[in-house]
């Protein structure tokens, strides 16, 4: 069964202070991994796809990563608007290209 | 605002009853996703229709039941409420098969009492 694990669970940070989520998964066949971000009581922006090992993808002040069991997000330098639960999926094509979702990280950056 | 419309937002039933979600997708997509995100299961995907035809299943119940009509509307059915079945309804909508740049709904919240 596909597993995704995000870490940490919430994450505090100051305004300008640099850090990464991690999103560790295990999937039969990975079609895609996904990144969106979600703000309270609204649905969930697409940020990213990342297809294959060693592919980055960047916008703005954020940058995802993939390897073969792991993706990170890197966010640099946040301002508080970048405060929000980010979510982390994956999409398995030896199961229907079913999707599963990790519990999500809440970020919350201070001024 | 994404352009994939939802209704209705907010619904309150009874344990037992059956009650319809509608999603109207952006303009031009032909792929309609449909996800249930609860406090103790977080988001998960239940559903997607491609063009009218079911694409890929997730972990939908046999009490829910999902279709894409010929304008790309869908719906989504959920019969014989249960409490647990309380939570936040979202569709998606995308112009391809794939959930690449899936734009969300502001969701439906479903109340089972």
């Known amino acids: 069964e596909d597993q995704v694990t995000q870490s940490p669970e919430a994450l505090r940070l100051q305004e300008g202070e640099s850090s990464s989520l991690n999103c560790s998964y295990t999937?039969?066949?990975?079609?895609?991994l996904f990144w969106y971000r979600q703000d309270p009581g609204k649905g969930p922006e697409f940020l990213f796809t990342?297809?294959?090992a060693g592919e980055e993808k960047e916008k703005e002040r954020l940058k995802a990563t993939l390897t073969k069991k792991e993706s990170f997000l890197h966010i640099t330098a946040p301002k508080p608007e970048d405060s929000a639960t980010y979510l982390c999926?994956?999409?398995?094509?030896?199961?229907?290209?079913?999707?599963?979702f990790g519990g999500g990280t809440r970020v919350l950056v201070k001024p | 605002d994404s352009g994939v419309t939802q209704t209705p937002k907010h619904l309150i039933t009874a344990t037992g009853q059956r009650v319809t979600l509608r999603c109207s997708p952006r303009?031009?997509?032909?792929?309609v996703y449909w996800y249930q995100q609860s406090l103790d299961q977080g988001l998960q995907f239940l559903i997607q229709?491609?063009?009218?035809?079911?694409?890929a299943k997730g972990n939908i119940l046999e009490r829910f039941s999902a279709q894409q009509f010929p304008d790309l509307h869908s719906e989504l059915n959920l019969s014989s409420l249960e409490l647990g079945d309380s939570a936040l309804y979202f569709c998606?909508?995308?112009?391809?098969?794939?959930?690449?740049?899936?734009?969300f709904g502001q969701g439906t919240r479903l109340t089972v009492v």
């Open positions: 999937v039969s066949g990975l079609r895609g």
């Open positions: 999926a994956v999409q398995d094509s030896a199961a229907g290209n079913k999707l599963t």
């Open positions: 998606a909508s995308s112009p391809s098969g794939t959930h690449t740049e899936a734009f």
């Open positions: 990342l297809y294959s």
């Open positions: 229709y491609y063009n009218g035809e079911e694409r």
């Open positions: 303009s031009g997509d032909l792929s």
